[in-house]
């Protein structure tokens, strides 16, 4: 197994996925995208085995000099926007194609977070990041495969909308370093007032506390862990095609979080999932006819 850790590196791994020279950043067909907005994040029309896609991704080399907190793959107000922008211009100009034309959306995925800044607050963080989740959501309802590949860091709310949302999810192996979680054991201990301790003990075997992407593999968040850098182009062409087919044939609950759901279950990781969801359907039939 080849272990080239690739936190920091989402550029490099745009081109260890593509088609040698296909990447064109800043432009999805005839709309191009201002090189100074949203330094942090790297969007663009490229190729994989000939076909078209667009990717978005991290760049943790980036800094955004408007907002101090946008650094080192940071998710800040004007890369959540511009990523958003991406998605839907991409939406609009396949609009016309049939399922199986439609380009497929590539994310490649190493953040830490989202930009905490007080003025980003002010601005509106939640707003930016909001949209991108929800193109992300309409891309994938409207037959676009999205692919996310998680090569260093996915974290919280960064993650909810750069990945999440996402018809399957590969991650490069625990060997790599990479995590997944919604926040680091400190912030939990903050807010929960656990001890660190304990919550180190629960992160070794418990999926919910635990950073590993095995962990999120067992909950049926990670399709497929990638061992091999070598191996993450042909693993993100093969998936393109499965997701495809599974929306050809109609079966949407396949894939994005429904499909995840269904994994967890089967790997023995969210066992409960079904019984909640089946007892809110049942409350809420009780007293649909109230408010429809």
Same mark, same amino acid.
């Given at each position: 197994?080849?272990?080239? /850790?690739?936190?920091? %590196?989402?550029?490099?791994?745009?081109?260890?996925?593509?088609?040698?020279?296909?990447?064109?950043?800043?432009?999805?067909?005839? /709309?191009? =995208?201002?090189?100074?907005?949203?330094?942090?994040?790297?969007?663009?029309?490229?190729?994989?085995?000939? #076909?078209?896609? /667009?990717?978005?991704?991290?760049?943790?080399?980036?800094?955004?000099?408007?907002?101090?907190?946008? &650094? =080192?793959?940071?998710?800040?107000?004007?890369?959540?926007?511009?990523?958003?922008?991406?998605? &839907?211009?991409?939406?609009?100009?396949?609009?016309?194609?049939?399922?199986?034309?439609?380009?497929?959306?590539? $994310?490649?995925?190493?953040?830490?977070?989202?930009?905490?800044?007080?003025?980003?607050?002010?601005?509106?963080?939640?707003?930016?990041?909001?949209? &991108? *989740?929800?193109?992300?959501?309409?891309? %994938?309802?409207?037959?676009?495969?999205?692919?996310?590949?998680?090569?260093? %860091?996915?974290?919280?709310?960064?993650?909810?909308?750069?990945?999440?949302?996402?018809?399957?999810? $590969?991650?490069?192996?625990?060997? =790599?370093?990479?995590?997944?979680?919604?926040?680091?054991?400190?912030?939990?201990? #903050?807010?929960?007032?656990?001890?660190?301790? #304990?919550?180190?003990?629960?992160?070794?075997?418990?999926?919910?506390?635990?950073?590993?992407? *095995?962990?999120? &593999?067992?909950?049926?968040?990670?399709?497929?862990?990638?061992?091999?850098?070598?191996?993450? #182009?042909?693993?993100?062409?093969?998936?393109?095609?499965? /997701?495809?087919?599974?929306?050809?044939?109609?079966?949407?609950?396949?894939?994005?979080?429904?499909?995840?759901?269904?994994?967890?279950?089967?790997?023995?990781?969210?066992?409960?999932?079904?019984?909640?969801?089946? %007892?809110?359907?049942?409350? =809420?039939?009780?007293?649909?006819?109230?408010?429809?």
């Amino acid at each position: 197994m080849t272990v080239e /850790v690739m936190i920091g %590196r989402g550029r490099d791994a745009i081109d260890m996925v593509v088609d040698p020279g296909s990447f064109h950043e800043n432009s999805v067909g005839d /709309v191009a =995208f201002p090189e100074d907005l949203g330094p942090g994040a790297v969007v663009g029309e490229a190729a994989i085995d000939g #076909r078209d896609v /667009v990717v978005i991704a991290n760049d943790a080399q980036a800094f955004n000099d408007k907002f101090p907190v946008v &650094y =080192f793959g940071v998710i800040g107000l004007e890369e959540a926007y511009k990523m958003a922008k991406v998605v &839907y211009t991409t939406i609009k100009q396949d609009a016309d194609k049939p399922v199986g034309e439609k380009r497929p959306l590539v $994310l490649i995925v190493d953040t830490p977070g989202n930009g905490p800044g007080k003025i980003e607050e002010i601005f509106g963080m939640n707003k930016a990041t909001g949209s &991108y *989740q929800l193109a992300l959501a309409e891309a %994938r309802k409207s037959g676009h495969p999205v692919i996310a590949l998680v090569i260093g %860091r996915a974290i919280s709310g960064a993650f909810l909308c750069h990945g999440l949302q996402a018809d399957h999810i $590969l991650s490069l192996s625990p060997e =790599f370093g990479t995590m997944i979680h919604v926040m680091p054991i400190t912030s939990i201990s #903050r807010i929960t007032k656990m001890d660190i301790e #304990r919550l180190e003990e629960l992160s070794k075997e418990n999926p919910v506390f635990a950073a590993g992407p *095995q962990f999120f &593999y067992h909950l049926g968040g990670v399709d497929e862990l990638v061992e091999n850098v070598e191996d993450m #182009r042909p693993a993100v062409a093969r998936h393109i095609a499965e /997701v495809e087919a599974a929306k050809l044939a109609g079966d949407g609950d396949a894939t994005g979080p429904m499909g995840h759901g269904t994994l967890g279950e089967e790997r023995g990781g969210r066992m409960m999932r079904r019984r909640v969801i089946d %007892r809110m359907e049942e409350e =809420f039939a009780s007293v649909a006819g109230q408010y429809l």
